[in-house]
């Protein structure tokens, strides 16, 4: 079953933080991507980041907020 999640950023409104968020939404879909790596340690690496509940700045959480992506939604699809 392919599960998909809206990571849309408008890139037409004027937004200053617009490269930020560009750069965040990369990082999720890669952490994303790196749950289903061959590589253990990249898939460790993953789903650890994924389900730490910390809220600091480089956090699964904090680029949740900033992407207005539901965190409990991405880690009920991705990380079973």
Known sequence: MDHKINLSV??????PALPYK??????????IKDTKSRNKLIR????????RDEKGFN????????LNAD??????????
């Open 10 to 15: 408008d890139y037409d409104l004027p937004d």
């Open 22 to 31: 560009r750069l965040w939404t990369m990082v999720l879909i890669q952490a």
């Open 44 to 51: 460790e690496s993953a789903f650890y980041w994924i389900t």
């Open 71 to 80: 965190a409990k939604k991405i880690r009920r699809i991705y990380i079973k």
């Open 59 to 66: 956090s699964f959480l904090n680029v949740c907020d900033i």
